[in-house]
């Protein structure tokens, strides 16, 4: 006669040993990222005339613009300038909250023998 309830094999146990890693790595997840929010990624453009600085969240926080970068006959550089470090700070958060990500999700293929 076959059980009532459950999975044969002892699947119930696995379920559980289951629940709690991803449990687990949603807690490491989100302290990942309050982490990653409060890191600040520094980028500069024009070999260094412009500099920007943005958070993990992605929140521009500080624009540095050295004297000499101000020319007022080329406003379009200095703009691109802008661009190209707010960007490339951008680039640097997104790059960290991959890596973040990618260690996070790493370990899913350990996942109670599982294969997606």
């Known amino acids: 006669m076959a059980k009532r309830g459950g999975f044969p094999g002892g699947m119930p146990g696995n379920m559980n040993n289951l629940?709690?890693?991803a449990q687990r790595?949603?807690?490491q997840m989100e302290e990942s990222q309050k982490e990653l929010e409060t890191k600040e990624f520094k980028a500069s453009a024009g070999g260094g005339a412009v500099e920007?600085?943005?958070?993990g969240s992605k929140k521009l926080?500080?624009?540095?613009?050295?004297p000499d970068a101000v020319d007022p006959d080329d406003v379009e550089m200095l703009q691109?300038?802008?661009v190209a470090a707010v960007n490339e700070a951008m680039d640097q958060a997104d790059?960290?909250?991959g890596d973040i990500m990618g260690k996070m999700t790493g370990g899913?293929?350990?996942?109670?023998?599982l294969s997606f």
């Open 61 to 66: 926080t500080a624009i540095t613009i050295a």
């Open 52 to 55: 920007a600085t943005v958070t």
């Open 80 to 82: 691109d300038m802008i």
């Open 95 to 97: 790059k960290a909250q």
């Open 25 to 27: 790595m949603q807690r």
């Open 19 to 21: 629940m709690k890693q």
């Open 108 to 113: 899913l293929g350990g996942l109670g023998g």
